[in-house]
């Protein structure tokens, strides 16, 4: 790793902006003509303090976890990927463990600054401060989930899945411990980027929540609609027309200084649904707000640090197609590229800077489209 410290030089390092989202493969896709592996996002822990209902990874928790594989291999890994740009640590709650904070984390932020490339993580922090602390020096963006408009609500949503009573106080504590360390986070420089899922239980209150999450001092705020798989798979699932509502409300109150990123949405340039075009051409034209094409298999692989196993998404149901320990991640991506699955969803409309569905949005509103012959409708 002979990466200079000099790129680490903050002031060199372009802004995180609706501009430059080094996260949206639409990026790599323009900048290479082909889709190419420059994200990786690793799994670092299936502990958590919290069972939420929506979760997308609920059924990996767990109450006592093995041992990782070792760092070096993570970190020869990462070395070898051509054009990487981005990292991101996820779990369960990822810095559950001070030893993995310690030993994982702040080692894969250190690394990613050395040469450049932009992090994230994902937490609930609602944990002591001092753990994200030792983080913030090292780290681009700290993602966490915001869908509540009380701590009733984080009470009810945080612990549903839970197999023990959690008392309203304690989660209380918990939710003021999250909001006052999403503001010093925010105020030590880390942008603070607060996700809320449109979902049975959001769609109405959608810009309530918005309002505590400009108030907790996030600099952006990102939507996506809920898809229950998995862990979730029991929950309501909304329609197109509910979420389209959601969204149009949301544009109607936001606050315009705020960034407002959406991914993951149901919604393309080909429909031959007018209304949910004119909301496309609606987000592509408000100022401060992008959509952000989704990463899974098209610029990112997630990788599970306790087995090794190499995955399209952290959640989804396709099975692991390579092992840090025999594969080089670039290769695996290049398999995944070539199969048959990524195939039928890999369409491109330049015009819309579009670069098509999610396997899950397939899945839940396109089983029986094929993309591969559509196109944008531009009017
Ligand atoms: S890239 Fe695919 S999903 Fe996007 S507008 Fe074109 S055909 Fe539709």
Known sequence: MNHILALND????????????????????????????TSVEMTVSNLCNMRCEHCAVGDTLVMVEPAKMPLDLMLRRLDEVEHLETISITGGE??????????????????ARSRGIRSQIN????????????????????????????????????????????????????????????????????????????????????????????????????????????????????????????????LDTRDKSVWMLFG????????TNAEERQLLARLASEPNVTVRNDPDGRNRLNVNLFTGDVFVTDFSDVPAFGNIEKDRLDDVFGRWLN??????IDCHCPAA???????????????????????????
């Open 10 to 37: 903050l002031h060199n390092r372009q802004e995180l902006s609706p501009t430059y989202d080094p996260w949206d493969p639409i990026r790599s896709l323009q900048q290479h003509g082909r889709h190419v592996l």
């Open 94 to 111: 990822p810095s559950f463990s001070a030893t993995t904070v310690r030993d994982y984390m702040v080692p894969l932020l250190r690394y």
């Open 123 to 250: 937490s609930n922090v609602t944990l002591d401060y001092k753990r994200y602390e030792q983080l913030a020096p090292y780290l681009d963006v700290m993602h966490i989930s915001f869908n509540y408009t009380s701590a009733d609500d984080f009470h009810q949503v945080g612990f549903a899945k839970a197999n023990h009573a959690v008392s309203k106080e304690t989660a209380a504590k918990m939710y003021e411990r999250m909001i006052d360390n999403a503001r010093r986070l925010s105020e030590a420089g880390v942008l603070v980027s607060a996700e809320s899922m449109i979902n049975f239980r959001t769609h109405h209150k959608i810009d309530e929540i918005h309002q505590l999450i400009i108030e907790m001092g996030c600099k952006r705020h990102e939507v996506h609609p809920m898809y229950p798989s998995s862990f979730a798979k029991d929950l309501p699932m909304l329609s197109r027309e509910e979420m389209r509502a959601a969204i149009e409300k949301l």
């Open 264 to 271: 993951t949405l149901p919604f393309f340039r080909c429909s």
């Open 339 to 344: 199969g048959s699955l990524a195939q039928a």
């Open 353 to 379: 800077s579009c670069c098509g569905p999610n396997l899950l949005v397939k899945d839940m509103y396109y089983r029986e489209d094929n993309f591969l012959e559509r196109s944008a409708i531009i009017e």
